[in-house]
């Protein structure tokens, strides 16, 4: 079982993604704060880490025998266009 107890762009190293961190003095800071080549960056990088990520849960999937609708929600989702 994992649970994600917190997940933000310094620990995973998209550095990119700070303009969208909220602060004291930015607090309504959003995803479009980031400029277009580092949000394309920092997507290519998301994806590369969702991939790794995939590949894991999906190897534990089948070391435990799992049916694929039953251990495998994310199949059949479409990836967003960014």
Same mark, same amino acid.
């Given at each position: 079982? #994992?649970?994600?107890?917190?997940? *933000? /762009? ?11 961190? /909220?602060? $004291?003095? %930015?607090? *309504?800071? /959003?995803?479009? $704060?980031?400029?277009?080549? $580092? &949000?394309?960056?920092?997507? &290519?990088? =998301? ?6 990520? @995939? ?5 534990? %999937? $089948?070391?435990? =025998? ?5 251990? @495998?929600? #994310?199949?059949? *989702? &479409? @990836? %967003?266009?960014?």
């Amino acid at each position: 079982k #994992w649970i994600v107890g917190e997940f *933000n /762009c310094s620990c995973v190293g998209i550095s990119k993604c700070l303009p969208a961190y /909220c602060t $004291d003095e %930015a607090p *309504n800071a /959003c995803y479009t $704060d980031i400029p277009a080549e $580092d &949000r394309k960056e920092a997507a &290519r990088m =998301g994806e590369a880490m969702g991939q790794v990520a @995939r590949e894991i849960l999906e190897k534990k %999937a $089948d070391a435990l =025998g799992s049916p694929a609708h039953a251990s @495998r929600p #994310w199949e059949g *989702n &479409r @990836r %967003a266009k960014l």
